[in-house]
């Protein structure tokens, strides 16, 4: 056996195939498509949401706010749980994957770590982000990696007909819950920050306007984003954000967040946020407390205690409920870091596959 | 000893004028057991890495317990590390040892029982205090009662030995007493002619940042070696001579080192990054650790934050176009059942690694068994066929992955590899293959970057459920490439298109479309690999995975009674290779060894309606050879009616 040593590579693809893949499409088009519509991101499917549904809502104010972020449609993943939100991808002209009940962030977590070039969406429900799927939220929220979630928050499991969910008010009377649900629900906001989320916003279905400015800053922010979406379900739990939606109600019991304003709510300006003795947020009355005293809304605040205790404010019949961003703070994502490190093994090691092959220890048996 | 002709070749001379004798073995098995805090793996282990570069043909078997640190001195605390090595090639780290070498009474409590009547016990008389003798039940010391008197005994003072190489060395007592282990290995080192750079050029790279503990080791490893050299304890030392070998390079591997080198090797033959998604387990872990080493290779090792999301993640990566892998033992699999079930839906390229322990539910972590075939066949809801193979020994593994990566990627389908803790833990010399002569996988990729067909007014379009005629494979088309894109998931997919269908004609079509793809496989794997020298045997003996060496020494000790039989291993259980109907029909009797209740056996009679004899056992350690050689001669004796007279189930392999 000769003991020189091989001719690495020989036979070895000449660059890497996905980069080959993606340039021979963009070629064959001339180049990237970003100029789109928002009819752009439809498809030939038939939506399936029941008539009414908040879904249809959200899907054309995401349709409609997608082409002014500049993104090609092949350069964007939605992937999807299971429940009526997650048939979400089906109408989306992009790449997509409906996949398996709560496990879409750990599968947009692979896909994003491998794929940064990839701008990664994930949708999902309430039950399928908060029950079966609340390990790989969290982590995935805490990891930081490069994706978007809209968590579609119905209170309710819409798909399964109608059995309460994890943001179900205490006493729900559902077909499982006949007598009144007794565990207590989760606020998504809260649960994010306490996961080290770097951003969190809510929206409403119905408020177009809010709805896009909140997802916009989502989709722009580098690292998890979690939007929290009101969605109504019509059908099993209709009128459950009338409270907020109504503009009687409304304008007393949703909370405007805007970085850099007062916090300021209410008819005429009538309540506001200040802090209280422990450090918290409480609410009161905008002519008993003194102009300084009302909280100017930091998003960008490091410390998430504050984010939290906006986030607190509000209880599970929605009274007191702050809306827009809570929370945009910059932090290492982690498929950059996972990059990162890759680079830096590249340049202090060798992809030699011989030589790994071989190891420390060889002996050489000759003829 | 139970080797064949010990011939007194020569005698050394030991400074200090004592002539010592050296005696000629073919083979030795040597068990090491002590407390688990004793660092006997590491013992067995620097052992092994000797004898490997000795050129000698090895086989180890390590085993430990699931605790870290189990009390110590107690039964439950007791690790052990066995070897095999030959001056022939050999299939098995041995049924039994012809020396142990016991570190504490617990350890020769444990194992006494294993060895054979005139073995050679080596004890470390100091560790048989009245303390250690009633932690174990030992009402008298056996080194003084007699007991042992049936095995060549030798007890000498390892730790203080130990201690006094260790004086001037500045550790005190209990730190220079942990390098007792070294002292114990340059003894052995001595008596088997092992070569002791290896060991001292590892010990200085282990510490290189505690320079005195490098040197104590060093040390207590010399005052062995020296000791075996010049003490009466020990008369006679020996050799066993290096195993005629093809020419090549050599290493010693362990199945987890194979493994995970074969999946890197599969990413750079096939140009594809790999991306691993795990959360850790027994005995699987160390292919989580070893990939995690090379991101030079551009490899991202992701751990997840259980097994779900561990194999969810590699299906994310390998809709990307990654090489999804996902390695685990028997539970994580069962968590992984409805994500693997997605990949068979979606037709995406993916490895699982399933290390198999012994089940079910946590049952032995760090001990062998085959008992997942059936999980891995049919543990999903639904029709979900899935590609299942498995390696034969720790350096099969290798191959056995970069065949687990072209099955994946060349028919877009999960696929399931089949290892278990023996293989794992196990090593043996691998001779290395040079990276050009592995197979290349490029071709199978073939990412599509353009439609593939039109819509009813001519417009082009991609379809992503056309499949390849010839593989049903359907076409990769990765995000980012433009104009390809798509949604896939797990509803049922109507044939083509991809959109959601529930028609129930598309069902039909897609479920045996899927099973068919699956089914296809055996085009691409060869006929049967039957092992049969005369080709005209009447029993043949079929096994898959770790079970290859024990049957294969076990066959060799009929074949050596005069006696026939045909051995038939499989690599690939799903599908099985196109001619094993044929095959097993050949033979009069069938004789399947397994470490399960019976699996391997169930799928063959279910499929070829062969009366499969089925040979089980579940101890969570390997068979024994001359156990195996024991039921296959009585098939044969029983199915050709005059027994032979030679007994197949002593002597060597
Ligand atoms: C493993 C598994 N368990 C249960 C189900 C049934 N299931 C489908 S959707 C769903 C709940 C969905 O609720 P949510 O996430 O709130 O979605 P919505 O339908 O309200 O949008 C359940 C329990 C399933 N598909 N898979
Ligand atoms: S059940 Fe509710 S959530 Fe589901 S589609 Fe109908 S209205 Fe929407
Ligand atoms: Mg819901």
């Not at chain 1, 907020?244 to 109600?249: C, E, H, N, S, V």
């Not at chain 2, 459920?465 to 490439?481: D, F, K, Q």
Request: hydrophobic residues 40%.
């Amino acid at each position: 056996m000769s003991t020189t040593d091989h001719v690495h590579d020989l036979g070895m693809p000449a660059a890497n195939p996905i980069d080959a893949a993606v340039a021979a499409s963009v070629a064959s088009q001339g180049e990237k498509q970003t100029a789109l519509k928002a009819k752009d991101f439809k498809t030939d499917q038939e939506v399936r949401w029941c008539p009414g549904c908040g879904d249809y809502v959200i899907l054309n104010a995401v349709q409609s706010f997608l082409p002014s972020l500049g993104i090609a449609r092949e350069d964007m993943v939605i992937v999807s749980g299971i429940g009526c939100s997650s048939r979400f991808p089906y109408y989306m002209n992009t790449y997509g994957m409906h996949s398996i009940h709560g496990r879409a962030p750990a599968i947009a977590t692979g896909l994003a770590v491998s794929r940064p070039d990839l701008s990664v969406w994930v949708v999902t429900g309430d039950g399928d982000s908060l029950s079966i799927g609340g390990n790989h939220l969290i982590h995935a929220l805490r990891r930081n990696v490069n994706i978007t979630i809209l968590l579609f928050n119905n209170r309710i499991y819409g798909l399964t007909k109608g059995q309460y969910s994890p943001t179900s008010e205490v006493g729900k009377v559902t077909k499982s819950t006949p007598m009144g649900s007794l565990d207590h629900p989760f606020n998504p906001v809260s649960l994010a920050i306490g996961a080290e989320a770097t951003f969190v916003g809510r929206a409403m279905d119905s408020d177009r306007k809010g709805l896009t400015d909140v997802l916009r800053q989502a989709a722009e922010h580098q690292g998890t984003a979690l939007v929290e979406i009101y969605q109504n379900c019509n059908i099993f739990n209709d009128g459950a954000f009338d409270l907020l939606k109504d503009p009687a109600t409304g304008t007393q019991w949703s909370i405007p967040l805007v970085h850099g304003e007062p916090l300021v709510f209410g008819a005429d300006g009538a309540a506001c946020v200040v802090r209280d003795d422990l450090g918290g947020l409480r609410i009161a009355e905008t002519n008993q407390v003194d102009a300084s005293d009302i909280v100017v809304h930091d998003a960008h605040r490091e410390d998430s205690s504050y984010a939290y205790a906006l986030s607190r404010l509000s209880s599970q019949d929605l009274r007191y409920t702050p809306m827009g961003v809570f929370r945009s703070v910059q932090k290492p994502t982690y498929d950059r870091m996972m990059s990162e490190q890759l680079d830096v093994a590249a340049a202090e090691g060798s992809d030699d596959l011989d030589a790994i092959l071989g190891g420390n220890d060889t002996w050489t048996v000759s003829a | 000893m139970t080797a064949t002709d010990p011939a007194v070749t020569a005698g050394s001379s030991a400074p200090g004028g004592l002539v010592k004798s050296v005696v000629e073995l073919d083979r030795v098995v040597i068990r090491l057991a002590g407390d688990s805090g004793d660092g006997m793996q590491l013992t067995g282990n620097r052992f092994t890495s000797e004898t490997a570069s000795f050129g000698n043909d090895l086989s180890t078997l390590p085993n430990f317990p699931a605790e870290i640190r189990a009390p110590t001195g107690t039964l439950p605390g007791v690790s052990s590390f066995q070897l095999h090595f030959a001056d022939h090639d050999i299939m098995t780290p041995g049924d039994a040892p012809d020396v142990l070498v016991a570190m504490n009474p617990a350890a020769l409590k444990a194992n006494l029982a294993d060895l054979p009547g005139g073995g050679l016990l080596i004890l470390d008389a100091d560790e048989f205090t009245p303390r250690n003798l009633a932690k174990v039940g030992y009402a008298t010391n056996p080194i003084e009662d007699g007991s042992l008197e049936g095995w060549q005994t030798v007890s000498v003072p390892l730790t203080s030995m130990t201690l006094d190489a260790l004086a001037d060395s500045g550790l005190g007592k209990k730190e220079a007493e942990r390098s007792k282990n070294m002292f114990t290995l340059g003894l052995l080192s001595w008596m088997y002619h092992r070569p002791t750079e290896g060991t001292i050029r590892f010990l200085e790279r282990q510490f290189r940042r505690k320079p005195e503990i490098a040197a104590a080791n060093i040390a207590a490893f010399r005052a062995g070696y020296n000791y075996g050299e010049t003490t009466e304890a020990f008369a006679v030392s020996y050799e066993i001579k290096p195993a005629p070998m093809a020419p090549g390079k050599y290493r010693n591997i362990s199945g987890n080192q194979a493994l995970s080198l074969g999946l890197v090797a599969a990413a750079k033959r096939s140009g594809l990054p790999l991306f691993l998604g795990a959360y850790p387990i027994t005995p699987a872990s160390d292919i989580l650790h070893e990939l995690s080493k090379h991101k030079a290779f551009g490899i991202r090792t992701f751990q997840a934050e259980d097994e779900i999301a561990g194999i969810a993640s590699a299906i994310g990566a390998s809709f990307g176009g990654a090489l999804g892998v996902t390695t685990t033992s028997g539970p994580g699999v069962s968590l992984k059942s409805e994500a693997l079930a997605l990949a068979i839906m979606t037709e995406l390229p993916l490895v699982v690694v399933d290390v198999q322990r012994g089940g079910p539910s946590t049952g032995l972590p760090t001990k062998t068994e085959q008992s997942d075939l059936l999980q891995a066949m049919f543990g999903r809801n639904g029709e979900a066929p899935l590609a299942v193979i498995a390696p034969r020994s720790p350096g099969d593994c290798f191959d056995a992955a970069i065949e687990a990566a072209r099955i994946a990627i060349t028919y877009r389908t999960p696929v399931m590899l089949l290892s278990d803790g023996y293989l794992a833990n196990g090593a043996e010399p691998w001779q290395v293959p040079s990276s050009e002569d592995l197979p290349d996988l490029t071709g199978a990729v073939d990412f599509a970057t353009e439609p593939n067909g039109s819509t009813a007014d001519g417009t082009p379009e991609f379809l992503p459920y056309l499949r390849n005629p010839e593989t049903l494979a359907r076409p990769w088309a990765i995000p980012g490439t433009a104009g390809m894109q798509h949604r896939i998931g797990g509803l049922e997919k109507a044939d083509k298109t991809g959109n959601i269908s529930y028609d129930p004609e598309n069902h039909d079509f897609m479920t045996r479309t899927r099973q068919a793809k699956i089914d296809g496989i055996a085009a691409s794997i060869g006929p049967t690999d039957v092992d049969d020298p005369t080709g005209d045997a009447r029993v043949a003996v079929i096994g898959w995975g770790s079970t290859y060496g024990p049957i294969g020494a076990g066959v060799r000790r009929v074949r050596r009674s005069g006696r026939k039989v045909a051995q038939i291993h499989l690599r690939h259980l799903n599908p099985f290779p196109a001619d094993l109907g044929e095959v097993l029909a050949r033979y009069d009797r069938v004789v399947c060894p397994e470490m399960n209740l019976g699996q391997l056996a169930l799928l063959l009679r279910a499929k070829y309606l062969v009366d499969i004899q089925s040979h089980t056992q579940v101890r969570g350690l390997p068979f024994r050879a001359a156990e195996l050689a024991a039921v296959i001669q009585d098939v044969i004796d029983s199915t050709s009616g005059a027994p032979l007279a030679a007994d197949p189930t002593g002597g060597g392999e």
